[in-house]
């Protein structure tokens, strides 16, 4: 069975972004007592193959470094138009 970052997905670049020439990865962990903090993090690099590998690498091993889960969005978001047709 497949894990959710190895599906095909609508959005291929979820929780990326370009900052300057290197991308970045940012999502949000929900942390015991009702917490929540917000990750931010260079992949420090400017290849978007690498940094969908690098990003996917971080999020599979984030929840095991401290007890958290993981928020993703995996779909991307809908557009205003689109909301206010459906």
């Not at 917490?35 to 929840?63: H, W």
């Not at 993981?70 to 206010?84: G, I, N, V």
């Amino acid at each position: 069975m497949a894990s959710v970052l190895e599906t095909d997905l609508a959005d291929p670049d979820h929780h990326l972004w370009r900052n300057g020439r290197l991308w970045w990865v940012a999502f949000t962990v929900h942390l015991p007592g009702w917490q929540k903090e917000r990750v931010r993090q260079s992949l420090g690099t400017a290849d978007v193959a690498e940094a969908r590998r690098r990003r996917d690498a971080l999020l599979a091993r984030y929840p095991q470094t401290r007890p958290c889960t993981l928020s993703l969005r995996l779909q991307p978001r809908r557009r205003l138009a689109e909301a206010t047709a459906a």
